[in-house]
């Protein structure tokens, strides 16, 4: 490693002094740079100074190669310094600004590909593998390890072509060879800022961050994060479209086409939006109830153990129907999975508008299959019968009615037990009926009331007769006694 870092020293004091076109290295034994003889080049009788160019080497357990603007050195364990003649490291950079002064690259590296045709080159500006082969066997290392490719982007005005893959900074990070039981905490990996400078360019794929595995799949992955922000109170925007498992999302937020069990999104620790993939994909909104990995046709509670634990689900009929039915279930001390045939129907809304309560076959608007307990019902309605009060109404006679009943076992105008059982009743049609029937019946009461009177009237007139009859008998058994 000394003879190349001396021959480099060498040739570049060759190139310095054919462009100087001065002396060539003299010797200066009686000033010393660590105790050590030097040799001059350009004004080596002067002291080195901003002001002039000069160059000294010397050497001591080492090289140093010295000018007015910065040191290389190489020392006697091995390590290089630029910009510092005491090292640390293998390859040790110190660059020092002055106040004021406009900040530069400590390390700048330029790679061009040229060619007249199309070609498949792979430029990097910096190559680094930290830690490549620096892992020994049965040791942890708690320090960390940075591997960085450099940023690569087009800096010429002429470039007018087409390249397939650029990248900002490629840092890959994770186990590429090991043994069986090593580990890796954390593992960063990095695709960077990407430039769009140039109106009428293209650029087909546009990644901010992007963050993938290779193909092996061997390793055990505990946790992966492939988007990880670890400040609770960091504020992340997203001005587009976000795709989870989806590479063109359709929305604000798409969390893709491949859901079912563990693959929905989770609201907490309850709530689930997802898709039955048993019923052509029916999506699903669930209160602790979701799909069991195990059977995703049925649910588990995400908590259970009391009595009062309980789960829901609202799902369509399928991913093409959008009738959507409310179950209901009550886990209470048990987790075992259910299906939703073991659910109880609580509420079915269908496409057509009609609403099913413990139905999921609603025929009218409202259909329930059970007991209402209601404060009052209100029934619209058209036609209420008043008109059994009219002039020109036709008043069954009771002989009339007596004849229906005794042929068809109900009422005129009101539907048989048979009919009912089949079909229901219409609660304001029924509510209607009955009001005729009380409304005739009133009639039927109205009419037996004047007869009544009617009776009442001619029962006095009899009285009346029958106490004058008496009271002629009286007197004719009166004139009958006299005449004796």
Do not use: C
């Amino acid at each position: 490693m000394k003879k190349i870092i001396i021959a480099f020293a060498m040739v570049f004091i060759g190139f310095y002094l054919n462009a100087q076109q001065i002396e060539y290295p003299i010797i200066q034994p009686t000033v010393k740079i660590n105790e050590s003889p030097w040799y001059g080049l350009g004004r080596s009788n002067i002291k080195l100074g901003a002001q002039y160019d000069a160059v000294q080497l010397a050497g001591y357990y080492g090289l140093l190669l010295k000018t007015a603007g910065g040191e290389l050195s190489l020392d006697a364990k091995g390590n290089v310094g630029i910009g510092t003649v005491v090292p640390v490291s293998k390859l040790h950079i110190d660059y020092k600004t002055n106040s004021g002064q406009i900040s530069k690259n400590g390390i700048n590296s330029f790679r061009h590909t040229i060619a007249n045709t199309n070609v498949k080159s792979y430029d990097k500006g910096m190559y680094s593998h930290v830690g490549f082969f620096s892992i020994a066997p049965n040791i942890t290392d708690s320090g960390y390890k940075i591997g960085v490719d450099a940023s690569s982007f087009s800096y010429t005005n002429e470039f007018k072509g087409t390249l397939t893959d650029n990248y900002g900074i490629w840092a890959r990070a994770g186990i590429f060879r090991g043994t069986p039981g090593a580990k890796i905490n954390n593992a960063i990996a990095i695709n960077a800022q990407v430039l769009d400078n140039v109106i009428g360019t293209t650029i087909n794929n546009i990644y901010g961050v992007k963050i993938s595995t290779n193909d092996y799949k061997k390793s055990t992955v505990i946790n992966r994060y492939d988007l990880y922000a670890g400040t609770a109170a960091a504020k992340n925007y997203f001005a587009g479209k976000v795709g989870v498992d989806i590479t063109s999302p359709s929305g604000k937020l798409d969390i893709g086409r491949r859901l079912g069990a563990n693959n929905g999104l989770r609201l907490g620790d309850y709530i689930e939006l997802n898709e039955r993939e048993t019923i052509n994909n029916a999506g699903i909104l669930s209160f602790n109830a979701l799909i069991d990995k195990n059977d995703v046709s049925k649910f588990k509670p995400a908590w259970s153990g009391s009595s009062a634990a309980s789960g829901m689900v609202m799902s369509m009929a399928s991913g093409g129907v959008s009738d959507l039915t409310f179950y209901g279930y009550n886990w209470g001390n048990t987790s075992t999975p259910k299906s939703l045939n073991e659910f109880t129907k609580i509420l079915h809304l269908s496409t057509k508008g009609n609403v099913g309560i413990g139905t999921t076959t609603p025929d009218t608007k409202l259909a329930v299959n059970g007991t209402i307990h209601t404060k009052e019902v209100k029934v619209d309605l058209v036609g209420w019968p008043d008109y059994v009060f009219a002039n020109d109404y036709t008043l069954p006679t009771l002989k009339e009615v007596e004849n229906h009943i005794k042929e068809n076992g109900h009422l005129q105008n009101i539907p048989s037990a048979k009919q009912v059982e089949k079909n229901g009743i219409k609660l304001g049609e029924m509510n209607k009926k009955l009001l005729e029937k009380v409304e005739e019946l009133t009639l039927y009461t109205i009419q037996q009331e004047k007869d009544i009177n009617r009776l009442k009237k001619q029962e006095k007139r009899l009285e009346r007769q029958e106490n004058e009859i008496e009271k002629l008998k009286t007197l004719v058994n009166q004139l009958i006694q006299r005449k004796k």
